[in-house]
Nanobody, 133 residues
Framework: QVQLVESGGGSVQSGGSLRLSCTVSGSTYSRFCMGWFRQAPGKEREGIAA???????HYADSVKGRFTISLDNAKNTLYLQMDSLNSDDTAMYYC???????????????????????????WGQGTQVTVSS
């Protein structure tokens, strides 16, 4: 099991940028998936970006071209660079991790990520992002 701690959330005006960080500690795995999810008030939690240790990366259509997910293995930190933010991006943002792989995506109404056929089990506490117009 791993422990995940998000940081970097805050309030920003529409068109602005933020970079979220997710620091990972605990067990290490040679194969893994990691992802960013968000939940807005009154809405279901949705996947927005994810990657796996084999090099697969995925973005939800709602953030594609504006958000970038990256992993710094030396710092055990997952990042989410968010540019061109708008009010629809206001939500609580969570990072999650799961050992194994590969990353699989189910994209129906919302994006759902799976790792080796399993849902993500390790989650951070979340960081709030608020975008004002």
């Amino acid at each position: 099991q791993v422990q995940l701690v998000e940081s970097g959330g805050g309030s920003v005006q529409s068109g602005g940028s933020l970079r979220l960080s997710c620091t990972v500690s605990g067990s290490t795995y040679s194969r893994f998936c990691m992802g960013w999810f968000r939940q807005a008030p009154g809405k279901e939690r949705e996947g927005i970006a994810a990657l796996d240790s084999e090099g697969t990366t995925h973005y939800a259509d709602s953030v594609k071209g504006r958000f970038t997910i990256s992993l710094d293995n030396a710092k055990n930190t997952l990042y989410l660079q968010m540019d061109s933010l708008n009010s629809d991006d206001t939500a609580m943002y969570y990072c999650a991790a799961e050992p194994g792989g590969p990353l699989a995506i189910a994209d129906y109404i919302d994006v759902h990520y799976y790792c080796g056929g399993r849902t993500f089990e390790d989650w951070g506490q979340g960081t709030q992002v608020t975008v004002s117009s």
